[in-house]
C-alpha cells in the first residue's frame, strides 16, 4: 500500500510541476491554478505531467480515504469509536499536496490528513488502532481518535489547538536549512486558522527568515459553524502572504493535479532557497465539521449540492475513464478490497485490550518522577471505575 | 417553577441581562447563528441581531483582546471560549491585562467581562476537551472564578457575575451540561459570589468539592452514610475568593476533611485549602486533610474513568480520613 513520491535526483521526466514561466511577478498572483478541465482534458500550463500509473494511484488513494471516511462515520454513530474528524470532499487538496512532497519533506498536520499519512505508508492498521485508542496504539489512547503520531513517514503529531503546529513547520525546516539539509515542511491548517496567532507569526517568521516552508490552507468554506467570509475581510486567503513577504497561490482544491502542481512548484522553490509559498485550496467540506456537528444548523442543502458536483473524486475519475485508465469494476474492485482490509483491522482493534493503567504515567517525563510513582500506585491499588476501558 | 437543564439555565441567565441591559454582549467562535457547539447561546442571535451576539473570527486572543477593549469604552462583554482548553492563546490578554487593569490605573480604568467556557472532562475528550484549569487563573491576582453545578446556581450566578465590578472567570462543568437539571425561578434573582453551598449537613467528615465532581461526592457521601459515617459535603461554587467561613466552621466542627477535585494535584485548588485550614483550624484537625484529584499527568482519553476522581476513589479516602 505504500506510494513513494518521487524525490527530484530521481525525477522522471515526465513527473514535476513546469519549473519557468509561470512564476507569477507579484507575490500573489489572481490566477487560480486549474489543471483538470470541464470536459476532462488538461490544461497544459499547469500539467504536473504525471505518470497514468501515478494518477491512478493517487486516485485509488483518495477512494480509499474516503471509504475509511465512511466506515469511521458508521463506527462512531454505533458507539464503536468515540469520535471521527474526516476529509469528506477534501481528497484532493490532501492527497495532491501529500504526494508532492518529497520523501525528505516533513508533514506538520491539521487533523483532516490522515489520507496523507497513509499515502506516506503508515499502516491502516495503526490508524485504526488510535480510532480506538488500545494499547496497540502508538499513543496508548492517550489522545482522541484522530489524534495519531507518525514520525516514521517523517509526519507530525495531532494536537487540537487550532494552529500551533504553524510556528513548528516553520522551525524545523529553519533548522534543517541553518543544517544545509536538503528539505521542505508542509504544513496543513483550514482557513479558520488563518485567524490565529500562530499563522500571523509562523508567515511572518518564514518571510524574515526564508523558510522552507509551504503553508498549506485549505479553504473549505467553514470553520465549524463559521463561513469563511467571517474570518478575513481579504479578498483571498493567499492575499496574506503579501504582508508577509512570501509567496501566494491559489489553486482548485479539488483538482488533484492542480494541488500538486502548486504544492510541487512550491516544495521546489522552498528546496532552491527561496523561501516560503502560502497556497489557498478552494475545497469543501461535504461532511459535518467532525461527527459531533450537524451543519444542517447553519448551512444550506443547496450550497452542498452545489459542491458535491464539483466532487474531486468524481472529477478525478471522469478524467481517468475518459482516457481509458479505470472503470466500474475496477472502481468496485477497490472499494470491495479497501472495506475487507478495513474490516480486519477492526475487528484487530476491537479486540484489543485497553492501554494499561500504568500507561497513564509514563511518558509525562522521560523517566518517572516519585510523585508519578506514588500516584501510580495507587491507582493500581485502589478499586476500578466502573466501565474501565470503554 | 420551570425545570432546567445547566444550559437553558445559562441561556436563560444571560437572555435575561441582555433584555435588561443593552451594553451586554456576547462574542465568540460560533456563538451566534448556531448558537454555540453546546448550545447555550441557542436563540439569541435571532433575539439580539449580530451587533449583540457576535460569531468572531478563530482567534481567543482577539476574542478577549477585543472584548477588554469593549469593556473600557463601557460594554458589559461576555465573551465565551469554546472549551477552556483552548483559552491559552488568550492567557496573556487575561493575565497581564483583565487581572491588572483596575490596579495598575489606579482605578481609574476598570474591564469588566464575565469569559464563559466549559471546563472538565467526562465527555470522552482526551487532551484538549477535558481540562481543569482553574488554578491557573486563581494564581493571577485579580480575576474572580465560578463553577456553577447546577441549574439554579448557573443561573444565578452568571447574573451576580455580570453585576459584579470585577472581571470573573464563569466554568461550565461540560459533564453534567445537561445531566444537572432541577427548577429554576422565571425572571431575576442572584446567588452571590463568594459563598459555598452546604449540600449535606455532616458531624464526622468535611468534604470540600466543585464542578461535576460535586456529585460524585455526594454519591461517596451517601456510601459513607451506610457504612455509619456522616460526611457534610460543601460546594464551593465561588472558587476564589474561596468561601473561607463556611469551610473553618465545618472543619472546626468535623476535624477531618477531603478535598476532591478533578484538575491535577500539583499546585490544584485543594493545596491552598489544605494550607488555609492548616493556618485556621490546625487545632482542631483529627487526621490529615486529605485529597483525591486527577493525577499530575494530561487528561487521557481510553482511561478517562481512570483519570477521574469518582466516588470509588472518593470513598476509601473518606473511610482512612474517617477512621485515622
Ligand atoms: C485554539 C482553538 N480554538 C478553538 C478550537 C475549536 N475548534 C476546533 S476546529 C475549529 C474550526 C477550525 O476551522 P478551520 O481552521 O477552518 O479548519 P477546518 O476544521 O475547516 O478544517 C474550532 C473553532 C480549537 N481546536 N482550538
Known amino acids: 500500500m505504500s506510494a513513494t513520491p518521487t524525490t527530484p535526483s530521481q525525477k522522471p521526466a515526465h513527473d514535476g510541476s513546469a519549473k519557468n514561466g509561470h512564476a507569477p511577478a507579484a507575490l500573489v498572483s489572481e490566477e487560480v491554478i486549474r489543471v483538470i478541465r470541464d470536459d476532462g482534458s488538461l490544461d497544459p500550463t499547469w500539467d504536473p505531467k504525471l505518470s497514468d500509473e501515478r494518477i491512478v494511484e493517487l486516485y485509488s488513494w483518495m477512494v480509499k480515504t474516503r471509504i475509511v471516511d465512511d466506515r469511521l462515520v458508521t463506527l462512531q454513530r454505533q458507539g464503536r469509536i468515540g469520535f471521527h474528524i474526516g476529509s469528506l470532499g477534501e481528497e484532493a487538496t490532501i492527497l495532491g499536496s501529500a504526494a508532492a512532497a518529497r520523501p525528505q519533506d516533513w508533514i506538520f498536520p491539521c487533523y483532516r490528513e490522515f489520507g496523507a499519512l497513509l499515502l506516506r505508508g503508515m499502516p491502516l492498521q495503526r490508524y485504526i488502532d488510535n480510532m480506538f485508542g488500545n494499547s496497540n496504539d502508538p499513543v496508548q489512547g492517550r489522545q482522541m481518535p484522530d489524534h495519531y503520531t507518525g514520525k516514521p513517514w517523517n509526519f507530525g503529531s495531532v494536537s487540537s489547538p487550532i494552529g500551533t503546529q504553524i510556528t513548528q513547520a516553520v522551525g524545523f525546516g529553519w533548522a534543517a536549512k541553518m543544517k544545509k539539509d536538503d528539505l521542505a515542511t508542509l504544513v496543513y491548517f483550514g482557513e479558520g486558522a488563518t485567524s490565529s496567532n500562530e499563522f500571523h507569526c509562523g508567515a511572518n517568521f518564514a518571510g524574515v527568515f526564508k523558510t522552507p516552508t509551504v503553508f498549506l490552507c485549505r479553504n473549505n468554506g467553514w470553520a465549524i459553524s463559521v463561513p469563511a467570509a467571517r474570518q478575513s475581510a481579504s479578498k483571498t486567503f493567499a492575499d496574506k502572504a503579501i504582508a508577509y513577504g512570501i509567496r501566494g497561490v491559489r489553486c482548485d482544491g479539488n483538482d488533484l493535479l492542480a494541488v500538486y502542481a502548486a504544492t510541487r512548484e512550491a516544495i521546489e522553490r522552498a528546496a532552491r532557497g527561496e523561501g516560503s509559498t502560502l497556497i489557498e485550496t478552494l475545497t469543501y467540506r461535504l461532511s459535518g465539521h467532525s461527527t459531533s456537528d450537524d451543519p444542517k444548523a447553519y448551512r444550506k442543502e443547496a450550497e452542498v449540492e452545489a459542491w458535491k458536483s464539483k466532487d474531486p473524486n468524481t472529477r478525478l475519475r471522469g478524467f481517468l475513464e475518459k482516457k481509458g485508465l479505470w472503470s466500474a469494476e475496477k472502481q468496485t474492485a477497490l472499494e470491495e478490497q479497501t472495506s475487507n482490509e478495513l474490516a480486519e483491522c477492526v475487528k484487530v482493534a476491537e479486540k484489543a485490550a485497553p492501554p494499561t493503567l500504568e500507561s497513564m504515567f509514563e511518558d509525562v517525563f522521560a523517566e518517572l518522577p516519585w510523585h508519578l510513582k506514588e500516584q501510580r500506585e495507587q491507582l493500581l491499588k485502589g478499586p476500578r471505575a466502573k466501565g474501565h476501558g470503554h | ?324
Open chain 2, 1 to 324: 417553577m420551570p425545570q432546567m437543564n445547566m444550559v437553558q439555565a445559562i441561556n436563560d441567565a444571560l437572555r435575561l441581562e441582555m433584555r435588561k441591559n443593552d451594553k451586554v454582549v456576547v462574542l465568540g467562535e460560533d456563538v451566534g447563528k448556531v448558537g454555540g457547539v453546546f448550545r447555550v447561546t441557542a436563540g439569541l442571535f435571532d433575539e439580539f441581531g449580530d451587533d449583540r451576539v457576535i460569531d468572531t473570527p478563530l482567534s481567543e486572543g482577539g476574542i478577549i483582546g477585543a472584548a477588554i477593549g469593549m469593556a473600557l469604552y463601557g460594554l458589559v462583554p461576555v465573551p465565551e471560549i469554546q472549551f477552556s482548553d483552548f483559552i491559552f492563546p488568550a492567557y496573556d490578554q487575561i493575565v497581564s491585562e483583565l487581572a491588572k487593569f483596575r490596579y495598575r490605573s489606579g482605578g481609574e480604568y476598570v474591564s469588566k467581562l464575565v469569559i464563559r467556557t466549559p471546563v472538565g472532562g467526562g465527555i470522552r475528550g482526551g487532551h484538549y476537551h477535558s481540562q481543569s484549569p482553574e488554578s491557573q487563573f486563581i494564581h493571577v491576582a485579580g480575576l474572580k472564578v465560578v463553577c456553577p453545578t447546577n441549574p439554579y446556581d448557573a443561573k444565578g450566578l452568571l447574573l451576580a457575575s455580570i453585576r459584579d465590578p470585577d472581571p470573573v472567570l464563569f466554568f461550565e462543568p461540560k459533564r453534567i451540561y445537561r445531566a444537572a437539571k432541577g427548577e429554576v425561578p422565571e425572571g431575576d434573582y442572584t446567588v452571590p459570589l463568594g459563598k459555598a453551598s452546604v449540600l449535606k449537613e455532616g458531624k464526622h467528615v468535611t468534604i470540600v468539592s466543585w464542578g461535576a465532581m460535586v456529585y460524585e461526592a455526594l454519591a461517596a457521601a451517601e456510601q459513607a452514610g451506610a457504612q455509619g459515617i456522616d460526611c457534610e459535603v460543601i460546594d464551593l461554587r465561588t472558587l476564589w475568593p474561596l468561601d473561607i467561613d463556611t469551610i473553618i466552621a465545618s472543619v472546626k466542627k468535623t476535624g477531618r476533611v477531603v478535598i476532591v477535585h478533578e484538575a491535577p494535584k500539583s499546585c490544584g485548588l485543594g493545596g491552598e485549602i489544605v494550607s488555609l485550614i492548616n493556618e485556621k483550624a490546625f487545632l482542631h484537625l483529627e487526621a490529615p486533610p486529605a485529597r483525591v484529584t486527577g493525577f499530575d499527568t494530561p487528561f487521557p482519553y481510553t482511561l478517562e474513568l481512570e483519570y477521574l476522581p469518582l466516588a470509588h476513589r472518593i470513598l476509601p479516602q473518606i473511610v482512612e480520613t474517617a477512621q485515622y
